[in-house]
């Protein structure tokens, strides 16, 4: 059985950190993925999807300290569903993303290349693909830089 999602998207906000009891560290961050689609009339809409993703330990930490609110960052990991009661006694059913590799797309100023947000595990290189907001998505629909 498979359990596996890949996302690039821009960060909704700064990825925020939190420690539990025992000193593990988990970050949270929000991910905005689009899909652009012609609708009955043939004009192009885009449609925004927003992703839950949760980050643990040592990739949390880095999270917080390289990551910034727009930056575009490719995630790979697993779907997580959960339910909690909230303080109004409501039981709430949430979808996270728990990432196990998160990398930057953004350009490093420094250096001209691609700045890596380093993985728990060795990876091939991802590349930005960067389009012109007011584009077309192909004519075989698929959106997918890769």
Do not use: C
């Not at 988990?26 to 992703?51: I, P």
Request: net charge negative.
């Amino acid at each position: 059985m498979i359990n596996k999602v890949t996302l690039i998207g821009n960060l909704g906000g700064d990825p925020e950190v939190r420690h539990l009891e025992n000193g593990t560290a988990v970050g949270r961050f929000s991910l905005a993925t689009n899909e652009n689609y012609k609708d009955k009339d043939g004009n192009w809409q885009k449609l925004t999807e927003w992703h839950n993703i949760v980050v643990w330990r040592d990739q949390a930490e880095r999270a917080e300290k390289q990551l910034k609110k727009g930056m575009t960052v490719f995630v790979e990991g697993k779907i997580s569903y959960r339910k909690y009661t909230g303080q109004d006694g409501v039981e709430r059913n949430v979808t996270d993303i728990v990432a196990n590799t998160v990398r930057s797309l953004e350009k490093s100023e420094n250096s001209g290349s691609d700045s890596r947000f380093p993985a728990t595990e060795p990876t091939r290189s991802a590349t930005a693909v960067t389009m012109p907001a007011d584009a077309p998505p192909p004519a075989d629909g698929d959106d997918l830089p890769f």
